[in-house]
Nanobody, 115 residues
């Protein structure tokens, strides 16, 4: 059974930082492209960052310079370090695993940026 379990979401003040984690099980993790997506209320789910099996990284323009995605294949875990958070970063953040035509989603973790 495949599971992607996100953690680390929280309520944080503007300018603060959070580190999200996504622990994967049931997949050959090192072969998968791992991504972080987010969905704000009333908006479509959008890509935040992704990292391929070869550690090629892509960021959404809104994430460049403030967010860092990384992976630890030994722990089957992908991370998203988020710095200088803004209220507009408030969303449910989802982990995604993709290998060719196969993909999986986690259940999401809530990030709220508010004073």
């Amino acid at each position: 059974q495949v599971q992607l379990v996100e953690s680390g979401g929280d309520l944080v003040q503007p300018g603060g930082s959070l580190r999200l984690s996504c622990a994967a099980s049931g997949i050959a993790f090192s072969f998968y492209t791992m991504g972080w997506y987010r969905q704000a209320p009333g908006k479509q789910r959008e890509l935040v960052a992704r990292i391929t099996s070869g550690s090629i990284i892509n960021y959404a323009d809104s994430a460049k310079g403030r967010f860092t995605v990384s992976r630890d294949n030994a722990k089957n875990t992908v991370y998203l370090q988020m710095n200088s958070l803004k209220p507009e970063n408030t969303a449910v953040y989802y982990c995604n695993a993709v290998l060719k035509a196969t993909y999986y989603w986690g259940q999401g973790t809530q990030v709220t940026v508010s004073s």
